[in-house]
């Protein structure tokens, strides 16, 4: 058995040595293919992340009224704090409101050395989970804490979390189509540019089948030159692509401008980077497989 | 033994490659069947390899029925038996030695063994030193010989030659079939289909004469 098995590794490195200019040819376009789907992929994380990173950083503000006592402002903090979907839930005073005024529009300082008065109420910003940011939940609750004793307005950009969010689920199903489109037509390619290497040797595969090589004698070789090509083909795309993630911001990141963050690659994961290295594997199997057995009709 | 009744073969209505062909060839005769271009000598060959099926009738090989053998196990017959194509029919990307060895591969005989007998079969064509070159670079006649010496590695009981000098000169068409008698000295069953009479005349102990499909003579010499 293992003396099959290292005749069988033997045959596929020599096919593979004695065809290497086809073989080249086939790993080349194996890895454009790969190459072309990783850097969607890429793409597509980014997207995704940004738009989801949007949508979470989304807080509601209530403010509160100015002269509500310190137990009554814990008292609407409690009952903010309470449902589920609230991360967290912060007290901002009227005196760090302006502080902070004053720290972001420092060009405003003489307005704010002139008031009286600190015209800033105090307010409780609220955090809630990325999943329930716009949901009717938050709304329903949003709308109740509105007629609340204490609570003079409510800061949520409902139609913003939103769009965020839908942009974020278009983004998404974008990512899934065009990538579908893209990793069938790779398949389609490689498996033909695979189909096209037996094609080449359908006379070898003749000579095996007249001498009476069984149909998995004469298939073995070829399924493990298909997977090998695939994976090679694969695993070159992956490291591509991280010199390309690497290189592309240097050369062409800070000309992109405000585009910049929508167009930032990020490293596929673990899961992603296997996926791309089986479907390579997969890929040269199944076009070697298919076409292997067009010849094989005793 | 080999042991054809009545077969019949037709690729296209109305014409029939085979007709009747009914014929029995011994252990270790050395036979050849020949004819006009078309008169059914391939077909006669292939039908008795499996390569094709006839219309109607029956093959025995050795008692076997091999219209019977499932396609699944007709690996098993074929291992039985060499072939000798007149196009040679070889790898051109494996070596002299790759080539040799292939039927000896399929029926999973070891790295040693293998070397062993191809280079003692290369020996026998007086190939051995050409062993590791490519066929490619042999001339045809030495092609031939390679073929020849696939065809004979794993002793096969049965050698069927398909008009295999046909490209080949009458000094190295000579040398060919001396050397298939030489192995059918040797307890094969040789059996070449061709139209070279001046072959046929100088060494066919059994000859078949074929005719748009029917057996039109017979002649046994030895």
């Known amino acids: 058995m293992i003396e099959k098995v290292k005749f069988f590794f033997r045959v596929t490195g020599n096919n593979l040595w004695q065809f290497r200019t086809r073989n080249l040819f086939s790993v080349t376009i194996i890895c454009l293919s790969f190459l072309t789907v990783g850097i969607f992929v890429s793409l597509t994380n980014n997207l995704r992340d940004a738009t989801r990173d949007l949508a979470s950083n989304m807080s509601i503000a209530f403010y509160l009224d100015a002269k509500l006592p310190a137990g009554a402002v814990e008292a609407v903090r409690q009952e903010i704090a309470r449902p589920a979907f609230v991360e967290s839930v912060k007290l901002v005073s009227a005196d760090e409101a302006l502080e902070r005024f004053r720290l972001n529009f420092p060009e405003l300082a003489d307005v704010v050395a002139g008031l009286k008065a600190n015209p800033f109420p105090p307010a409780l910003e609220v955090r809630v989970n990325a999943k329930a940011s716009a949901s009717k939940e938050v709304v329903a609750f949003v709308e109740g804490m509105k007629k609340r004793p204490g609570v003079t307005d409510v800061l949520f950009n409902q139609d913003w979390v939103e769009k965020m969010q839908g942009f974020s689920r278009l983004a998404g199903a974008i990512g899934a189509f065009l990538g579908g489109i893209l990793i069938l037509t790779s398949f389609f390619i490689i498996s033909n540019v695979v189909k096209l290497n037996v094609f080449a040797r359908r006379n070898e595969i003749e000579i095996l089948r007249l001498v009476g090589g069984t149909n998995l004698f004469i298939r073995i070789p070829f399924w493990l030159e298909g997977i090998t090509l695939g994976l090679l083909g694969s695993l070159l795309s992956l490291g591509l692509l991280f010199i390309v993630i690497q290189l592309f911001p240097v050369y062409l990141g800070a000309s992109l401008g405000a585009l910049q963050e929508l167009l930032r690659f990020r490293y596929p994961d673990l899961t992603q980077a296997v996926a791309l290295l089986v479907g390579g594997a997969a890929t040269g199997f199944i076009g070697s497989a298919t076409s292997v057995s067009k010849f094989l009709k005793v | ?222």
Request: glycine share 8%.
């Open chain 2, 1 to 222: 033994m080999i042991e054809l009744f009545h077969i019949w073969k037709q690729y296209q209505k109305p014409y029939w490659a085979l007709s009747d062909v009914t014929l029995q060839i011994n252990d270790g005769d050395f036979y050849f069947i020949t004819g006009p271009s078309g008169s059914g000598k391939t077909t006669l060959l292939k039908t008795i390899f499996r390569e094709i099926l006839p219309t109607e009738g029956q093959i025995l090989i050795n008692g076997i029925n091999i219209l019977k053998v499932r396609d699944s196990r007709i690996y098993t017959l074929r291992r039985t038996m060499g072939l000798v194509f007149q196009d040679f029919r070889l790898m051109f990307h494996r070596t002299v030695f790759d080539n040799v060895a292939v039927p000896l591969q399929v029926i999973g005989v070891g790295r040693k063994e293998i070397r062993r007998r191809v280079f003692a079969t290369l020996q026998k064509v007086n190939l051995h030193q050409k062993m590791w070159e490519l066929p490619g670079r042999l001339s045809y006649g030495e092609q031939q010989r390679v073929a020849i010496a696939r065809a004979v590695v794993n002793n096969p009981e049965i050698i069927l030659a398909d008009e295999p000098t046909g490209n080949l000169d009458p000094e190295l068409a000579f040398e060919i079939i001396t050397l298939f008698k030489e192995i059918s000295k040797q307890g094969a069953t040789v059996i070449i289909g061709s139209h070279d009479r001046e072959l046929i005349r100088h060494f066919g102990d059994n000859i078949l004469f074929l005719q748009k499909g029917k057996i039109v003579g017979k002649e046994a010499h030895r």
